[in-house]
Structure formats: C-alpha cells, structure tokens
C-alpha cells in the first residue's frame, strides 16, 4: 500500500471521541465477545441456550447502545470528524490489532475448523458447540463451523447496520439500502437456507442455497453433488436449478441495465453487505491512486478468468458423451461455451469498441483467444481441459480466490486495505456487473454543473477507490465499472454536485472539459 | 520556446496552466512559496477535522505535474521587474519569462485592530494559516475558548472546525444576522440559528475593539466595542480577504485594491496578466464586484486567459453568477442574484418559503414589474445549476420557474421533496396579494 504519510494534523490532539455511555456500550459488547472466547478455549457452558443468547445480546446490543451514544445526540449529517486521528480508522495500533485478530480467526476458520471446536463424527466441543442449540433450533442438526460463521456475520450486518442507519439517518437513500442488506442477509443467506435445511430426509437433499448467492460468486453453485443434489430434490430443486441459471442469464443483466450493479453490490450482496456495515469506518482506506486501479483491472478480471475455466472445466468433467441419455453432452456444453463467449466478445467489439481503453482491447483480445483455443485445443485434441485436471482448478480457486481472498484479505484487512478490497480486485460477479455497468446500463453519476471544489470528500470516501473528484472537477458523469453505487460521494459532498441516477444511455458518458459557468461561447469553441 | 510563468498555485494558476499545456507546447512555470503541489483551499477545514489528510486535498497526483510538464518551483516572489522580464525570489535568484500570469491569491483582510501581531490571532486562507492552528488550537485544553471575528463563509467554517475539538467559539458578527450583508434576513437567521444550535455563542450587532495580551505576547481576551471582555487564547479574524499584492509595490504594474485588469485580464504592463482572487476588473461586470474572491470565478478566469495567452483571444465573460457553501450540516447553492435587504435593488421582489424542521429554506428574486426570475438561494435541498442557468438565460418568469421547480432538484434519490409545500405557498400569497 501507499507510503504512510504523518499527517500534519497528527501533531495535535484529537478530540476525545469516546463518551462515557460509550464505555459502557463497549464493555457490554466485549464482554458477549468474551463469553465466545471462553467458549473457544473450552470453557464448558452449563446452560448452552442461555449464555449463547446473552452473548450475542450482548454483541448486538453493546454495538447498538454504542452506535446511539455516538449519534444520537448529534445533528443529523456528515459524521466523519476526527476519522484520520483515531487508531482504529487510520491504520494505528488499534487497527493492526483488529486486522491480526481477524485474519487469524479466517485462518482457523478455513483450515483449522478442530480449534473452533469442531468434531467430525461426534458432539461438538468449545466455540462450534456453544452454537448448537441454535443450530438445532433453526436446521434440526447440530453446528458446524460454518454455521457460527454465518450466525456471527449476519449478526454483524444486523448491529452494525443499525449504527450505519443511524450514522446516516438524514439520508433516506443510505437507510433503504441499509434495510435492503440486513434483509437479504438475514432472510435469505441465514433464515432461508437453515431453515430449507429441516425439509431435507433420507431420500430428499438439498443443497444449501443461499439464493441470492449468484454465480460466479457462488463458483461451486454448479459443482456435481450440488447438481445432484438439485437434480435428485425433484421439482424443487429443478426449480432452484433453474434459478441459478436464470439469475445469472435473464434477472442479473436485467437489473444490471435498468440501475447499475448497484442493485446488487450495495442492496442485495452479503460481501457488500458486510463492507457496508462492519466495513463503514474503514471505507477511506482504500487505494485511490491511478496504479491501484490498474492493478484493479488487471486483477479482477484475471479472477473472472478463472473463474470461468474453473466451471467449465468443473461441469465438464461430470457430463456424458451420450446424447441419446441426455442432450447437454460435453461437447455440447463446451461449444455452448465458447459461443456465448464469442458473442459477448464480438458484441462488445462491434458496439462498444470505442468506449475500451487501450488496455482493456489488449486484456479483452488476449483472454478471448487463451479460452477459445483452450476450448478448440481441447475439442480437437480430447486432451485435459485446460491442461489441469478439473478438480485441481476447482481446489485452487476454492483456496486461492473463495478463502485467502474472499476471507482472509477481504475482510481480515479491512482495517488496512479498506472494506472493500475483495470487491475491487477479487470479485468475479463484481467484474460481470461492472463489465456491463460500464458498456451497457441506465447507471451513472451526474455532476452539478460547474459546483466542484476540488475538495476531495467524495475521493476520500469511496470504499472502491475511484478517484471521483477527477471527473467531477471537470463535469464529468462517473460511469466507472467498479462503483457499486453506496452513494457515500454523493452524501459527504459539501456542495451538492454528485448524484446517483439512472437515465438513458444517450450522452452519458459525457465529458465537458469547460465547466458551467463560463462565457457560453467559449463553453462551445472548447468543447467542439 | 515560449515561457510561461505563473505566480501562484491556486485554482486560478492551475487552471490556467492545465489549459495552456491542453492547447500549447510552450514551457510552463508554476511558482508558489505556500505549497509543494496545488491543494483545494476550500478543503483546509477538513484536515483540521480530520476528514482528510494534506494529500486527499491534493486534487492531482504528484506525477501529474511532471507528466504534463508542468514545472513547479517554491519560491516567494519579492519583486516583479516588467522592463526585464525578471521576477526576483527572496533569498536569491532571479528567473525570466516572456508571459507571466499573476495569480496570487488573497490574504486575511484586517482592520487595523490593536493587538493583531500577538501569538494566537490568525486568519484561516492559507496552509500555514492551517499549520498555526493546528499549533494554537490542538485542543481543548491548550485553547478552552476562541473567538471569531466576522460573520462569513471562513468564520463558519473555522467555528465549525474548532467545535470538532469541543473547543468553545464566540463569534462576534457586526449584523443582525450571520452574513447578512449578502444573505436575506430570512436566511441569514435561519443559519444564526443551526449555528447556535452547534453550541457556538454567536453575537450579533457586536464588534472587536482590540485584543488584549498577556504580557507574554499571547492573546488573552478580546475587548468588545460593548466593552465586554472575552477571555480567549485564539483569535480568528475572518473579517473577509484581500488581493495579494504587496510583492507588487514597487512594479509597473497598475493596482488599486488588486491587480486592475481589463475584460481580457491584461494588466497595464503587456504580456503580464492576473486572474483570481488578485486581479480588480477596471470595469465591474454586471452585478459583479470589482474583486472576485471566488474559487469559481478564480478557475473561469484561468480558463479564458489560458485561450487568450494560446493565441485565441478571449473576454473573461463569466455567465450567470452561483456560488456554494456549508454551514455546518446545511448545504447552500445560489444560482443568478438574491441580494440582501441592505443591497435590494429597487426592482427587486423576493419570496422566501422556509421548511418546518428549520433547516431548509429557499428565497426566489424577481423583477416586481416584470415577474422576470433573477435568482434563487437554496438551503438544504439540492438544485441543479444547468436548469437555473438555463431560466436565467432564457429569462423565464418566477412563476415558471416555481410551476417548474422540480426540474432542478438535484437531492440523492428518495429524499423527501418539497417542491408542492414551495408551489403552494407561493400561489396562495400570489392570490392573497
């Protein structure tokens, strides 16, 4: 990351930025905090039920008292006073602390699940079995590491939400979309599935589905025991076959078109959802520097690369060659494949060329061709797909892109990186909607005339990391592939001059290098 | 190759040099003694607040300049010698230029108060102005209390960068309302007031006398014109600013209380021009004053020198007048002229509608005999500068604009609207009237 640079500022003091109810509030919280972690070094609880629900009581309720102390006797506005002088939101002590404690619980979580408490043929001990009663409450099983994670997450979206509403309870757009996550995440990543999972018996499966889960971002959706766990569910669970398909071919595009990956991204995600909650206070963490969007670039859609060979490869490896068992036959599936790529690659050239930046033909030209003959190497040839073996590319991306980078560096380095990291460089369906957010979609934001003053609010606290104020300085709609339309720029803006919007595609991407109110005449000669 | 040499970083210098090497090869020389890379001066408050750090108020970054081959020297320009072409630099050395912009900015504007050389008064313009009260007012403790001499847009906005650190502001304003000299009654109260409510003892009607010391060469209190005295250990004087000029005394150059300037921003002195806050028109344009201090005006005018110094000659023509600030957390945009009651021109007829939470409010002028729109203050909600841009040129009539108003709301999606409570109002007092 960027040089740590001593802020002038630094030399003096900030204000205290903790009140007394806050206090409280924090030891509230820490102590529900500390009950978990009781649980973790094995303390055994008698009475399961109750200490879990007081810790996480405890959890939720601390952070929203603390949430109400900070806020609550405050004006309605922009809260961001003393951001770069506190520990925790300017990469200090308190901030490395987090981000190591963080990392290191994802670290368990993937790879050491023993240590949470976890047993594989047996009752669970320590963390995982703290959880129990409530896993048997809402799915009949009992816990798995998994689901404390779930629980411990969605709680997160729920009282951190509640603090972000109240942050920004003068702007109605920041609360419905506030709403808009803890309801997603609460109903359908937590509820839904937990409870889908009490109809499963002997002889009926489905796979856990959190249906807001799209593919590529849900990159094992497709994978063979998921689908024979669809396939084998009935009509049920062909249903759910057929809306991951759908939501990834019909439903996404469709509201992609008509409001910009913000429907998703800021609304409906769980990832987003957590940047938008948890994640709030360390938003301005993020890289604004024109190399870390070149990274940017690069790096997200290398990982939608793979992310498509993965599948295809996955998919592959488990259909037939017989057409007379069933039509979608490997070569069928692969020449399906390389179709549709082909003509999402010819239609972007055809209608959209112009709008690609130099580096963006190269990338776009040179993974079109690598897939392709991949694909053509293979049909022809009947060697591996893509060189590895299927379940090798499945294993890698499951660890490389799903833990380490989802997980790991997502969320453990959100006190460093910012909140919004796995989002910017690592997402695969953030690439998808961003690719069509740019090239193809109602969604942009305005700028208000000649209004700028080139302060840097909305630059400063763009989880994503665009460089805002570049375009609104010059008048220039923001039409950016990565915005994910939180509608923060817009909100810390002290002038007015950002606006999220959808409208039509004519002129929206529109660069006025003179500014509204100048002489008129000289407005049209610059801009001829 | 041609040498251009820019006095001054700001906006206005930057835009202008940004321009010329748009339109032209020529050698570029941007010369400042406050700063390493051009900073938005309307950002300083948030460094204080700790919104953002010195370089997030960098709007470019530090490649930029090189890459555009913009060359950029810290020096303080001591004397301007036209016959020559040479600026001299304090401390030594000399350089040469066959073009040279002034864009010297402004400095805090005082009026000759006894005790202004004494540690703790300051204004609030420039980055070492930031620096001082960092060092003055670093907290509480160091600074229990801070008085604020002048009711404008700098005093609000260093009370409202005292208060993040629970310091306690008086504000002393000479009028009856904050910054009444510009806003209606109406507006100016309804913002005395959201300043108060951010626990800011705001004095109207009340002057600064002198400020006294404490025999150390620190402020100690301020004596009020009412002979009050307010103990303090800051001083903010935002009495306003003036053109930067000192350095200018003993040049060619013509100045009154800046830099006189004709429409294409030429000086007396050929090939030597000034834009910005610096630059005094011979002639006011409209209802302009002579003296922009604008961040607008100070980029507009660096855009019209930049074609002029291209080769394209043109006026400084500044379109229809609007301005921007934030009080606090009530935003203000004003497009065309809403004059205050003690500059009400005769002609002039306004209609103000206020919202009940006391934090939005709108003041729409017209033309009493012709019903002819001239401007609008907007406080709290968003309004869009090309539509009133558009009614002004088209000089539509305020019922149009009021029938029309949502057209211009610029406010995030969802927020409330309150175009219909505006509408009504106006149509009842039309029909009472």
């Known amino acids: ?528 | 190759m041609e040498h251009i040499v820019i006095i001054g970083n700001g906006i206005a210098g930057v835009t202008a040099a940004r321009h010329i090497r748009k339109l032209s090869n020529k050698k570029i020389t941007i010369i400042s003694a406050e700063a390493d890379h051009f900073f938005s001066r309307t950002a300083l408050m948030y460094v204080y607040m700790g919104h953002m750090r010195w370089r997030d108020i960098e709007p470019y970054e530090h490649w930029f300049w090189e890459k555009n081959r913009l060359e950029l020297k810290k020096a303080y320009v001591e004397t301007v010698d036209t016959n020559n072409k040479t600026l001299h630099f304090k401390g030594g050395g000399t350089l040469t230029y066959d073009k040279l912009i002034i864009a010297s900015g402004s400095v805090t504007n005082t009026f000759g108060w006894e005790g202004l050389e004494l540690n703790g008064v300051q204004g609030l313009v420039t980055k070492q102005d930031l620096e001082k009260l960092e060092k003055n007012a670093p907290n509480n403790k160091e600074c229990p209390r801070a008085v604020i001499v002048g009711g404008g847009l700098i005093g609000v906005e260093m009370a409202e960068m005292l208060r993040t650190r629970d310091i306690e502001v008086t504000m002393l304003v000479r009028e009856d309302g904050f910054w009444s000299n510009v806003l209606p009654k109406q507006d100016a109260e309804m913002i005395s007031r959201h300043i108060v409510s951010h626990g800011v003892d705001l004095r109207h009607n009340s002057e600064l006398d002198k400020i006294l010391d404490d025999g150390k060469g620190n402020v100690r209190a301020v004596l009020t014109k009412d002979g009050e005295e307010i103990p303090c250990s800051v001083v903010g004087i935002t009495t306003g600013v003036k053109p930067q000029i000192s350095f200018l005394q003993h040049s060619k150059i013509e100045t009154d209380k800046g830099i006189l300037v004709n429409r294409k921003l030429e000086t007396n002195i050929e090939d030597v021009h000034a834009i910005g806050d610096c630059a005094q028109q011979r002639e006011p344009i409209g209802n302009r004053p002579p003296v922009e201090a604008v961040w607008y005006t100070g980029r507009m005018m660096g855009e019209a020198l930049a074609q002029t110094i291209c080769g394209k000659p043109f006026e400084y023509n500044p379109g229809n007048w609007f301005n921007s600030a934030k009080f606090f957390d009530i935003e203000y945009q004003t497009y065309g002229w809403v004059f205050s009651e003690s500059k009400l021109k005769d002609y002039e007829a306004q209609f103000h509608w206020k919202c009940a939470s006391d934090l939005r409010c709108v003041t729409i002028s017209y033309n009493k005999n012709s019903n002819e729109f001239l401007g609008i203050n907007t406080f709290g909600i968003r309004m869009k500068h090309e539509v009133f841009d558009k009614w002004l040129n088209e000089k539509r009539s305020v019922d149009y604009v009021i029938q029309n108003l949502k057209q211009a709301n610029f406010d995030p999606e969802f927020y409330r609207k309150y175009e219909k409570e505006i509408q009504s109002k106006f149509f009842n007092q039309s029909v009472n009237a």
């Open chain 1, 1 to 528: 990351m960027s040089t740590v640079q001593r802020n002038m500022s630094l030399a003096g003091e900030p204000p205290k930025t903790i009140n007394t109810q806050q206090k409280l509030a924090s030891a509230i919280g820490l102590i529900g905090l500390a009950v978990l972690f009781l649980a973790l070094v094995n303390i055994n609880f008698p009475n399961k039920t109750l200490w879990l629900t007081a810790s996480l009581i405890a959890i939720g309720g601390g952070t929203v008292w603390f949430s109400i102390a900070a806020y609550g006797n405050k004006h309605e506005g922009i809260k961001n006073d003393g951001v770069y002088f506190k520990s925790l939101t300017s990469k200090g002590f308190w901030a490395w602390v987090l981000g190591i404690t963080l990392t290191l619980f994802y670290v368990v979580l993937y790879w050491f699940p023993q240590y949470l408490g976890l047993v594989q043929d047996g009752d669970n001990k320590g963390l995982v079995a703290l959880f129990d009663p409530l896993s048997k409450f809402l799915n009949g099983g009992s816990a798995s590491q998994w689901f404390v994670y779930g629980t411990l997450y969605t709680l997160a979206i729920l009282a951190f939400g509640i603090k972000f509403i109240l942050k920004y309870r003068h702007n109605k757009y920041e609360k419905l979309r506030t709403y808009s996550v803890i309801f997603f995440q609460l109903g359908f990543a937590f509820l839904i599935p937990e409870l889908m999972q009490r109809l499963n018996s002997e002889s009926f499966t489905l796979p856990y589905y959190d249906l807001k889960n799209i593919w590529p971002l849900n990159y094992y959706n497709f994978e063979q025991y998921r689908v024979d766990q669809f396939i084998s569910a009935g009509d049920i669970g062909l249903a759910l076959l057929i809306f991951g398909i759908v939501s990834i071919f019909i439903i996404t595009p469709i509201l992609t078109y008509k409001y910009g990956k913000r429907w998703y991204c800021s609304w409906v995600c769980g990832c987003g959802g957590l940047a938008e909650t948890a994640g709030d206070p360390f938003r301005h963490l993020s890289d604004k520097r024109q190399i870390a969007w070149r990274v940017e670039r690069w790096v997200i859609h290398s990982v939608l690369v793979f992310v498509v060979l993965m599948t295809t490869a996955v998919v592959h490896s488990y259909l037939g060659d017989d057409s007379s068992k069933y039509w979608l036959t490997k070569d069928v599936f692969l020449i399906s494949v390389a179709a549709i790529l082909t003509a999402v690659f010819a239609g972007t050239f055809i209608f959209k060329r112009e709008e690609l930046q130099k580096d963006a033909r190269y990338g776009a030209i040179g993974y079109f061709v690598i897939i392709i003959s991949l694909i053509g190497f293979h049909y022809f040839s009947g060697k591996t797909l893509f060189l590895f073996e299927a379940e090798t590319l499945r294993q890698s991306y499951g660890f490389l892109i799903g833990a380490v980078f989802s997980g790991v560096i997502g969320v453990g380095f959100y006190p460093i990186f910012g909140s919004r990291v796995w989002c910017r460089f690592g997402c695969p369906m953030a690439a998808i909607l961003g690719f069509q957010q740019r090239l193809f979609s109602r969604f942009r934001i305005t700028t208000n005339g000649g209004q700028c003053i080139s302060c840097g609010n909305c630059s400063t606290y763009c989880e994503m990391g665009i460089d805002v104020r570049a375009y609104a300085q010059k008048g220039e709609n923001i039409v950016r592939s990565s915005c994910v339309g939180c509608g923060i720029c817009s909100a810390v803006c002290p002038r007015g001059v950002l606006k999220l919007e959808n409208g039509p595609l004519e002129k929206r991407i529109d660069s006025n290098e003179i500014l509204l109110g100048n002489d008129v005449d000289l407005m049209n000669f610059v801009n001829k």
